[in-house]
Protein backbone atom coordinates (compact mmCIF):
# COMPACT_ATOMS: atom_id res chain seq x y z
CA UNK A 1 0.00 0.00 0.00
CA UNK A 2 1.35 3.49 -0.64
CA UNK A 3 1.40 6.26 1.88
CA UNK A 4 -1.13 7.91 0.66
CA UNK A 5 -3.87 4.99 0.92
CA UNK A 6 -1.95 4.58 4.60
CA UNK A 7 -2.72 8.03 5.95
CA UNK A 8 -6.81 7.65 4.67
CA UNK A 9 -6.78 4.23 6.43
CA UNK A 10 -5.30 5.49 9.58
CA UNK A 11 -7.59 8.31 9.58
CA UNK A 12 -10.68 6.10 9.08
CA UNK A 13 -9.47 4.42 11.70
CA UNK A 14 -9.36 7.31 14.27
CA UNK A 15 -12.76 8.15 12.70
CA UNK A 16 -14.60 4.72 13.54
CA UNK A 17 -12.58 4.67 17.22
CA UNK A 18 -13.90 8.16 17.85
CA UNK A 19 -17.33 7.28 17.10
CA UNK A 20 -17.39 4.59 19.81
CA UNK A 21 -15.65 6.81 22.39
CA UNK A 22 -17.89 10.25 21.95
CA UNK A 23 -21.18 8.61 23.57
CA UNK A 24 -19.41 7.47 26.73
CA UNK A 25 -17.81 10.30 27.39
CA UNK A 26 -18.83 11.58 30.72
CA UNK A 27 -21.15 9.16 31.14
CA UNK A 28 -21.37 6.80 33.87
CA UNK A 29 -18.55 4.31 32.41
CA UNK A 30 -17.78 1.13 33.95
CA UNK A 31 -14.16 0.53 34.18
CA UNK A 32 -12.22 -2.60 35.75
CA UNK A 33 -9.01 -2.56 36.92
CA UNK A 34 -6.12 -4.65 34.87
CA UNK A 35 -3.30 -6.95 35.80
CA UNK A 36 -0.70 -3.87 36.26
CA UNK A 37 -3.93 -2.00 38.39
CA UNK A 38 -4.73 0.51 35.31
CA UNK A 39 -7.94 0.89 34.88
CA UNK A 40 -9.95 -0.32 31.31
CA UNK A 41 -13.29 1.16 30.28
CA UNK A 42 -15.93 -0.28 27.44
CA UNK A 43 -14.92 2.56 25.51
CA UNK A 44 -11.22 1.34 25.50
CA UNK A 45 -12.43 -2.40 24.30
CA UNK A 46 -14.94 -1.13 22.14
CA UNK A 47 -12.92 1.63 19.91
CA UNK A 48 -10.44 -1.37 19.45
CA UNK A 49 -12.93 -3.39 18.71
CA UNK A 50 -14.10 -1.03 15.72
CA UNK A 51 -10.74 -0.51 14.34
CA UNK A 52 -9.24 -4.23 14.05
CA UNK A 53 -12.54 -4.66 12.55
CA UNK A 54 -11.39 -2.08 10.05
CA UNK A 55 -8.12 -3.43 9.51
CA UNK A 56 -9.08 -6.58 9.33
CA UNK A 57 -11.63 -5.82 6.25
CA UNK A 58 -9.01 -3.59 4.99
CA UNK A 59 -5.48 -4.96 5.40
CA UNK A 60 -5.99 -8.25 5.99
CA UNK A 61 -2.57 -9.08 5.73
CA UNK A 62 -0.64 -6.19 8.02
CA UNK A 63 -0.29 -7.26 11.87
CA UNK A 64 -2.29 -5.65 14.01
CA UNK A 65 -0.53 -4.72 17.92
CA UNK A 66 -3.30 -3.31 20.20
CA UNK A 67 -3.40 -2.63 24.12
CA UNK A 68 -6.58 -4.18 25.27
CA UNK A 69 -6.40 -7.55 22.59
CA UNK A 70 -3.07 -8.03 22.10
CA UNK A 71 -1.15 -9.17 18.75
CA UNK A 72 -2.16 -10.64 15.67
CA UNK A 73 -0.02 -11.49 12.63
CA UNK A 74 3.18 -10.71 14.58
CA UNK A 75 5.60 -11.89 12.11
CA UNK A 76 4.27 -9.27 9.18
CA UNK A 77 6.50 -6.66 8.38
CA UNK A 78 3.96 -4.25 8.71
CA UNK A 79 2.26 -3.55 11.77
CA UNK A 80 -0.60 -1.44 13.15
CA UNK A 81 -0.15 -0.21 16.72
CA UNK A 82 -3.07 0.76 18.46
CA UNK A 83 -4.02 2.60 21.99
CA UNK A 84 -7.72 3.07 21.67
CA UNK A 85 -7.50 5.04 24.63
CA UNK A 86 -4.69 6.43 25.77
CA UNK A 87 -5.31 8.03 28.63
CA UNK A 88 -7.77 6.18 30.31
CA UNK A 89 -7.76 8.08 34.10
CA UNK A 90 -8.33 11.39 31.94
CA UNK A 91 -11.29 9.82 29.85
CA UNK A 92 -12.56 8.80 32.87
CA UNK A 93 -12.28 11.77 34.89
CA UNK A 94 -14.00 14.10 32.28
CA UNK A 95 -11.25 15.75 31.24
CA UNK A 96 -10.80 15.77 27.22
CA UNK A 97 -7.23 15.42 27.16
CA UNK A 98 -7.03 11.99 26.64
CA UNK A 99 -6.49 10.20 22.77
CA UNK A 100 -6.72 7.70 20.60
CA UNK A 101 -2.72 6.19 19.39
CA UNK A 102 -2.65 4.71 15.99
CA UNK A 103 0.81 4.01 14.42
CA UNK A 104 1.94 2.27 11.72
CA UNK A 105 5.41 0.56 11.65
CA UNK A 106 7.48 -0.78 9.17
CA UNK A 107 10.19 -3.18 10.37
CA UNK A 108 9.63 -2.27 13.58
CA UNK A 109 9.92 1.22 12.93
CA UNK A 110 7.41 3.92 13.25
CA UNK A 111 6.27 5.44 9.83
CA UNK A 112 3.02 7.09 10.31
CA UNK A 113 1.28 7.94 13.41
CA UNK A 114 -1.91 9.91 14.37
CA UNK A 115 -3.11 11.36 17.80
CA UNK A 116 -6.47 12.24 18.26
CA UNK A 117 -8.66 13.55 20.44
CA UNK A 118 -12.00 12.90 19.79
CA UNK A 119 -14.01 15.37 22.16
CA UNK A 120 -12.67 18.67 21.20
CA UNK A 121 -11.83 17.48 17.62
CA UNK A 122 -8.28 17.78 17.47
CA UNK A 123 -6.28 15.48 14.80
CA UNK A 124 -2.19 15.68 14.59
CA UNK A 125 -1.06 13.29 11.94
CA UNK A 126 2.46 12.33 11.02
CA UNK A 127 3.93 10.50 8.38
CA UNK A 128 7.72 9.84 7.69
CA UNK A 129 9.02 12.51 5.42
CA UNK A 130 5.94 14.65 5.49
CA UNK A 131 4.92 17.87 7.76
CA UNK A 132 2.95 17.36 10.67
CA UNK A 133 -0.74 18.10 10.03
CA UNK A 134 -3.33 19.34 12.86
CA UNK A 135 -7.17 19.24 11.61
CA UNK A 136 -5.16 19.49 8.40
CA UNK A 137 -2.89 22.39 8.69
CA UNK A 138 0.95 21.80 9.03
CA UNK A 139 2.20 22.62 12.36
CA UNK A 140 5.74 23.46 14.16
CA UNK A 141 7.49 22.70 17.02
CA UNK A 142 9.17 26.29 18.73
CA UNK A 143 12.89 27.02 19.47
CA UNK A 144 13.84 26.94 23.06
CA UNK A 145 16.84 28.92 23.36
CA UNK A 146 17.84 27.27 26.81
CA UNK A 147 16.66 24.65 29.50
CA UNK A 148 15.85 27.18 31.45
CA UNK A 149 13.26 28.56 29.17
CA UNK A 150 11.75 25.13 28.59
CA UNK A 151 7.98 24.15 29.56
CA UNK A 152 8.67 20.62 30.63
CA UNK A 153 5.49 18.18 30.94
CA UNK A 154 5.12 14.18 31.79
CA UNK A 155 1.80 12.53 32.72
CA UNK A 156 2.90 12.13 36.60
CA UNK A 157 5.56 11.39 39.04
CA UNK A 158 3.37 7.68 40.10
CA UNK A 159 4.61 6.31 37.10
CA UNK A 160 8.89 6.61 37.18
CA UNK A 161 9.83 3.49 38.88
CA UNK A 162 12.91 3.14 40.91
CA UNK A 163 15.59 6.02 40.08
CA UNK A 164 14.29 7.71 36.94
CA UNK A 165 12.21 10.04 39.20
CA UNK A 166 15.18 11.21 40.43
CA UNK A 167 16.34 11.67 37.19
CA UNK A 168 13.40 13.29 36.26
CA UNK A 169 13.35 15.96 38.99
CA UNK A 170 16.97 16.58 38.13
CA UNK A 171 16.33 17.63 34.70
CA UNK A 172 12.74 19.25 35.91
CA UNK A 173 15.28 21.83 38.17
CA UNK A 174 16.73 22.87 35.00
CA UNK A 175 14.03 23.75 33.37
CA UNK A 176 11.42 26.52 33.89
CA UNK A 177 9.96 24.44 36.96
CA UNK A 178 7.04 27.41 37.21
CA UNK A 179 5.80 25.53 34.04
CA UNK A 180 5.87 21.96 34.81
CA UNK A 181 2.81 20.23 33.39
CA UNK A 182 1.59 17.05 35.56
CA UNK A 183 -0.96 15.02 33.65
CA UNK A 184 -1.95 15.21 30.05
CA UNK A 185 -0.77 11.41 28.11
CA UNK A 186 -0.76 11.76 24.44
CA UNK A 187 -2.13 15.12 23.84
CA UNK A 188 1.65 16.60 25.72
CA UNK A 189 2.97 15.44 22.53
CA UNK A 190 0.62 17.07 20.62
CA UNK A 191 1.00 20.48 22.01
CA UNK A 192 4.93 19.87 21.59
CA UNK A 193 4.21 19.13 17.79
CA UNK A 194 2.20 22.34 17.56
CA UNK A 195 4.94 24.93 19.20
CA UNK A 196 3.03 25.14 22.47
CA UNK A 197 5.39 22.80 25.13
CA UNK A 198 9.07 22.32 24.94
CA UNK A 199 9.75 18.77 26.30
CA UNK A 200 8.21 15.40 27.22
CA UNK A 201 10.02 13.29 29.07
CA UNK A 202 8.62 9.74 30.59
CA UNK A 203 9.54 6.39 31.18
CA UNK A 204 7.60 2.68 31.41
CA UNK A 205 5.57 3.25 28.13
CA UNK A 206 4.65 0.77 25.81
CA UNK A 207 5.02 0.33 22.23
CA UNK A 208 1.59 1.49 21.82
CA UNK A 209 1.97 4.18 23.87
CA UNK A 210 4.56 5.69 22.34
CA UNK A 211 4.56 4.29 18.76
CA UNK A 212 2.09 7.20 17.35
CA UNK A 213 3.87 10.15 18.62
CA UNK A 214 7.09 9.86 16.88
CA UNK A 215 6.21 10.74 13.37
CA UNK A 216 3.87 13.64 14.69
CA UNK A 217 7.14 14.83 16.49
CA UNK A 218 9.92 14.51 14.27
CA UNK A 219 7.06 15.80 10.82
CA UNK A 220 6.95 19.21 13.12
CA UNK A 221 10.53 19.37 13.23
CA UNK A 222 11.45 17.79 16.88
CA UNK A 223 13.21 14.94 18.00
CA UNK A 224 12.25 11.65 19.80
CA UNK A 225 14.88 9.25 21.46
CA UNK A 226 15.14 7.53 24.54
CA UNK A 227 17.29 8.20 27.75
CA UNK A 228 20.45 7.38 26.16
CA UNK A 229 19.53 9.80 22.96
CA UNK A 230 18.92 6.55 20.67
CA UNK A 231 15.76 6.54 18.04
CA UNK A 232 12.47 4.70 19.41
CA UNK A 233 11.29 1.53 18.03
CA UNK A 234 9.50 -1.84 18.71
CA UNK A 235 12.26 -3.19 20.96
CA UNK A 236 13.17 0.18 22.70
CA UNK A 237 12.53 0.09 26.74
CA UNK A 238 9.96 2.72 27.01
CA UNK A 239 12.07 5.66 28.79
CA UNK A 240 11.02 8.76 25.90
CA UNK A 241 11.80 11.81 25.58
CA UNK A 242 10.01 14.59 22.88
CA UNK A 243 11.83 17.72 22.61
CA UNK A 244 10.67 20.40 20.53
CA UNK A 245 14.14 21.60 19.50
CA UNK A 246 16.66 18.99 18.67
CA UNK A 247 19.61 21.69 19.07
CA UNK A 248 18.80 21.11 23.18
CA UNK A 249 18.83 17.39 22.99
CA UNK A 250 22.49 16.89 24.68
CA UNK A 251 21.44 19.61 27.72
CA UNK A 252 18.32 17.05 28.32
CA UNK A 253 20.04 14.08 28.31
CA UNK A 254 23.16 15.68 30.24
CA UNK A 255 19.92 16.73 32.68
CA UNK A 256 18.47 13.46 32.96
CA UNK A 257 22.13 13.10 34.14
CA UNK A 258 21.76 8.80 33.26
CA UNK A 259 25.41 7.35 32.89
CA UNK A 260 24.26 4.15 33.49
CA UNK A 261 22.22 1.83 30.86
CA UNK A 262 18.39 1.47 30.99
CA UNK A 263 17.49 -2.30 30.38
Not at 62 to 84: C, K, M, N, T
Request: aromatic share 6%; charged share 25%; glycine share 10%.
Amino acid sequence: MSLTSDLILANRLADAAGEVIRPLFRTAVTHEAKADASPVTEADRGAEAAMRRLLDAEAPRDGIIGEEYGAERADASRQWVLDPIDGTVSFMAGRPIFGTLIALLQDGWPVLGIIDQPINGERWVGALGQPTLFNGKPVRTRTCRELADATLATTGPQYFADHDAEHFMSLAAKTAHKRLIFGGDCYNYGLLASGHVDLVVEAGLKLHDYAALVPVVEGAGGTMCDWNGDPLNADSAGHVIALGDPARLEDVIEGLACHHDHD
